[in-house]
């Protein structure tokens, strides 16, 4: 029997390394155990992309290595695609879509089964904030500081680096908690060649030219996607659900004296509040199967401003949950602070969620399972009707009447949601 294949598709801002950075922290490594428990031999490839760019181009992609992989290896092939990854992925396998790419995939039937790990299928408010006339520039202005810097930096930027990497050391010295400064500095700049910064560069302009997948991510470019894209009934669709802890006043409090963690708790509270401005008109009810999964694990039915920091909760339901926990958005990659020998990580999103090595064995490890028991039906037909593809067909203009008018009203733009989210972090507790 030939092996089994899985590709790995990064989201937004992904990358499959910078230096020693790694997008997917841990994640080969769960797999890999998960597998070999379940006596299936799987290859992993991770699918290299664009961090910023149009979903049909990084759909493109996933279809090129897709290709690569038909034409060298035989066997099943499976995907897993996180936060945009999964967007990426469903367009990537739609046999209609036109793509950038002279590459072709014609042995749909080899497709066995996506799983989607908080995925934004029904878009996420904040993309509306980073899509609108203050988020754009901010995005666009940032790249090109670094950018310069890099480029152009002789002295303050060799400075800057020593600094960097001074401080770095010196609050690991201090008790610290590992921070994605720590990671980023430990890395990529140790060893800050030549062929070191134009990697960085590449990458950093890659955001800075070309910002379309932002608007792709609203709730308005998801409706348009899931239209365009029907899904294939040849293969079995999964999704991975996650809940944020609800940033709370006091949580500053509590935390660890770390400076860069309580920043980031605040612009962690700051994307959750955005986030939840979620329009429940805009978030298909979830079909009975895929709810008594959500309330089981999350003791009941998830309400329209859940999120895991970034995305609406209900909005990563596609197909069977095969799993739901409570986790942010970059906890499921590996970037919750590990504390594995060898494969210490810090936490990027410090949230609070809880989310630890047992609760990371415990998602992958499902995703794991999903892959293999559809592996081993061999014998059953490859037609098959995929859990609530019905969700799509939802008439919204019906769902609106059901929802009052004030709820319409509420900061509909990107920008009002922004400053209602400000108001409230800014009644958070100050520290010394």
Known sequence: MSRHHLLLVPGFFGFGSLGELSYFVGVREALGRAFERLALEVNIVEVPTLPTASIRYRAARVRETLATLAESEAGPIHIVGHSTGGLDARLAIAPTASLPTSRKFHDQSRLRTLVTVSTPHFGTPLASFFGSAAGSPLLRGLSWLVVSGLKHGRLPLRVGLRLGGWFTRADDALGFQPTLVDDFFREVIADFSSERRAELIAFIEGISQDQSLVFQLTPAGCDLLNAGTADPDSLRYGSVVCRGRRPRA???????????????????????????????????????????????????????????????????????????????????????????????????????SGFDDAAFEALWGAIAQFIAEEARQQDVPRHRRNVGTERTEVDQSEAARCVPSSRLGDSVTGAGRARQALKEVRALPRWQ
């Open 250 to 352: 006091t949580d500053l409090l509590t935390l660890t004296r770390d400076p860069y963690t309580r920043s980031m708790h605040v612009l962690y509270a700051l994307l959750h509040r955005v986030a939840g401005f979620a329009r429940s008109d805009r978030l298909p009810e979830a079909v009975p199967e895929q709810q008594r999964v959500l309330e089981l694990a999350f003791g009941k039915y998830p309400r329209p401003s859940w999120s895991d920091g970034i995305v609406p909760t209900l909005s990563q339901v596609w197909g069977e949950v095969i799993h739901a926990t409570n986790a942010d958005h970059l906890d499921v990659v590996g970037h919750y602070g590990c504390s594995r020998p060898g494969q210490a990580t810090s936490d990027w999103l410090p949230s609070g």
